[in-house]
């Protein structure tokens, strides 16, 4: 087993090499905000220009700006008063996770139907995420958002790969061995060409580091327990990582027992979120 998972790794590390795997791109919407974002002289007018574009994150973006999890009073029904509420970062990082979804489609049934369960799983998290975040933490809950959606963006070469080579889709072990090894590596190169900010691009890598040694919780310790939360009382291995030696919950002022009572006082507000990142 181990030689043909080597064989497969070294033959994707090879594809990438020789741009014969090229690593995935952010939707034009995404690199567009991201654009106005980061321009010192850009407004909202200019962000809703761009946003507008696309009605469907439109229509999420006003979405998220009237959601409970904003607490605010009065509803808001057009794009512009949504950006005013939420702000022009903000709306940034949630456009851009948003944005996202499309690339996590395939035209093979097996493999589309992976990536749908990578992202839903992804969106779950992100929404943990983004409540723990706000509740525990001084970081900024769509940065945490945004975090939890792409902290497994490396799987995607990899299911592309798969998709071009059916025979490795026929061997689930092998494919989540190769996937598990070489998609947090990948997922922080993706990071990394896209530009994205060294916090988020160390997310797929360093969420796994569960004995990781540093001084300040971030947004890779907010993964990790979220992700752990989510995977609680199911049959995946992840169920069964002792909580106790995972450093990222001691460095959130969080009590490793997730059974306790300390996580039931956000549920309500974790499955709101969870239900705003939903297609």
Request: glycine share 4%.
């Amino acid at each position: 087993m181990s030689q043909i998972i080597d064989k497969v790794r070294q033959d994707i590390l090879n594809a990438i090499r020789n741009d014969e795997l090229v690593l995935p791109t952010l939707p034009e919407v995404a690199l567009r905000v991201r654009e106005v974002a980061e321009d010192p002289e850009a407004n909202l007018d200019q962000l809703a220009d761009v946003i507008s574009n696309d009605a469907a994150i439109a229509a999420r973006i006003i979405k998220v700006a009237n959601s409970p999890l904003l607490r605010a009073s009065r509803q808001i029904e057009d794009l512009k008063m949504a950006l005013m509420r939420l702000g022009m970062q903000y709306t940034c990082n949630i456009a851009t996770g948003l944005a996202m979804e499309q690339m996590f489609q395939a035209t093979s049934d097996l493999v589309d139907s992976r990536m749908r369960e990578v992202w839903s799983r992804s969106s779950e998290i992100a929404g943990i995420c983004h409540v723990m975040c706000k509740h525990r933490t001084t970081l900024q809950p769509d940065k945490a958002t945004l975090a939890g959606l792409v902290h497994r963006i490396g799987t995607l070469p990899i299911l592309t790969f798969a998709e071009e080579h059916p025979s490795l889709l026929k061997d689930s072990i092998t494919l989540d061995t190769v996937i598990d090894q070489l998609g947090p590596a990948l997922g922080a190169k993706i990071l990394k060409t896209w530009e994205f900010p060294p916090e988020i691009c160390n997310v797929p890598t360093d969420h796994l580091n569960f004995a990781r040694d540093t001084k300040e919780a971030d947004y890779a310790d907010i993964v990790t327990v979220a992700m752990l939360q989510s995977y609680m009382g199911s049959n995946h291995p992840m169920a069964k990582i002792n909580c106790e030696k995972v450093t990222a919950f001691y460095r959130l002022g969080l009590d490793p027992d997730m059974d306790s009572s300390e996580g039931e006082d956000l549920s309500e507000e974790m499955e709101a979120a969870m239900q705003l990142l939903a297609p």
